[in-house]
Structures are given as C-alpha cells and as structure tokens.
T-cell receptor
Framework: DTEVTQTPKHLVMGMTNKKSLKCEQH?????MYWYKQKAKKPPELMFV???????INESVPSRFSPECPNSSLLNLHLHALQPEDSALYLC????????????FGPGTRLTVT | DQQVKQNSPSLSVQEGRISILNCDYT??????FLWYKKYPAEGPTFLIS?????DKNEDGRFTVFLNKSAKHLSLHIVPSQPGDSAVYFC???????????FGQGTRLTINP
C-alpha cells in the first residue's frame, strides 16, 4: 500500500480565514513533506518533517504553519493567505528523509479569494 | 539556476511506439534520480528510480538510463499506451540531502 491521503480535496477561503489541510499515511514512513504546485510548474518544496521534527523550512511565509502530531499525520495550518497562494498543495512521504522514493497524495486544490 | 532540466516541454508519440523522455542535470553531486508521472489535478506518481552506481534500471515497460559523464538521463516507455499521456517529471537528490530537485516537466501525448 503506497497511499497518502489528503483532505479536503478542494478548499476555497477568504484572506481573513483560518483553515487546515490534513495528510495521512500508514506506510510506516518517517519523513513527510509539504509541496506547493502552480499550473505548468514542478512541485516546490515547502517543509520537511523527519521523525516528527521539522528539518527543512524553505523560507515559507509564516502564514503557513506546519504541524506533525504523530508519525502518520501532517497538517498545514493556513491563516491570512493571499490570492497568489492559490495552488495545488501536495503532501508526500518517504521511508526516511533523503535518498528515498517519495509518495505523493492527490493534493488539495486551494483557492484564496 | 536550474539544476535539473527537461528541455522538451512536450512530446507526441504514436501508440505502440517507444517514448523517450530526456533530462539533463548540472550538479555532479546528485546521486539518485527519479521519474514521476502526473495527471491533471492529481499528485505525482512515482515511476522508477536509479542510483548513480548503475547505468540502467528496468521495471516492466519503463527503463531509465543514466549517463553520468554526460549528466544525462532518459526514460524509455515501450510500448507506449494511451494511459501514458501525462506530464513526466525528472527529479534528483544529493546524498545526505533531503530535498528533491525537479525538472520543469515534459507533457507526453500518446496518439492512437
């Protein structure tokens, strides 16, 4: 089973809203990732969690706040977003951070109005 | 500075023929390479990977070739099927690092 699940599938939020994206995997992977993908572009890394600890933050604005409550779950808390933050947000996991295949979820399509 | 480049934004191939997708890289520290396939509005799907100690890896219809001296890798799909129509991303990682570096993608269209 190489499934990573993400909820919700679609999200529309205003610039003053607070919302959260959720990601779950049950493959026993100890690394989890958040990516942002704009149309016709490759995925762009935002955060890496390794063994539930944040190991990489790619200079992401503080209006995006990641959280890893346990080894199977990853959240992305959103607050005061801008319209340019509208994108497909992808979660991925791998056995370990680094030289391992990453398995992606289906993504959350976020629209900020 | 684009360290992983896919110079063909699109490729069109007849069903049943071979599809060859190319990827070049500039950083000689990359030592592991991956190919992903992506349908619209879905997450990328892992296809195949290759370590820098190998020059070829096969998995069913998919074969990846690595030419380290040329800093070039290619993905061969034989035979091509309509379901292979998607965007293909090449990605690379440096040993000890945690970040995958992606190419810009190539849109493959398989024509019946």
């Amino acid at each position: 089973d190489t499934e990573v699940t993400q909820t919700p599938k679609h999200l529309v939020m205003g610039m003053t809203n607070k919302k959260s994206l959720k990601c779950e995997q049950h493959m026993g992977h100890r690394a989890m990732y958040w990516y942002k993908q704009k149309a016709k572009k490759p995925p762009e890394l935002m955060f890496v969690y390794s063994y539930e600890k944040l190991s990489i933050n790619e200079s992401v604005p503080s209006r995006f706040s990641p959280e890893c409550p346990n080894s199977s779950l990853l959240n992305l808390h959103l607050h005061a977003l801008q319209p340019e933050d509208s994108a497909l947000y992808l979660c991925a996991s791998s056995q370990r951070a680094g030289r391992n295949e990453q398995y992606f979820g289906p993504g959350t399509r976020l629209t900020v109005t | 500075d684009q360290q992983v480049k896919q110079n063909s934004p699109s490729l069109s191939v007849q069903e049943g023929r071979i599809s060859i997708l190319n990827c070049d890289y500039t950083n000689s520290m990359f030592d592991y390479f991956l190919w992903y396939k992506k349908y619209p509005a879905e997450g990328p799907t892992f296809l195949i990977s290759i370590s820098s100690i190998k020059d070829k890896n096969e998995d069913g219809r998919f074969t990846v070739f690595l030419n380290k001296s040329a800093k070039h890798l290619s993905l061969h799909i034989v035979p091509s099927q309509p379901g292979d129509s998607a965007v293909y991303f090449c990605a690379a990682i440096i040993q000890g690092a945690q970040k995958l570096v992606f190419g810009q993608g190539t849109r493959l269209t398989i024509n019946p």
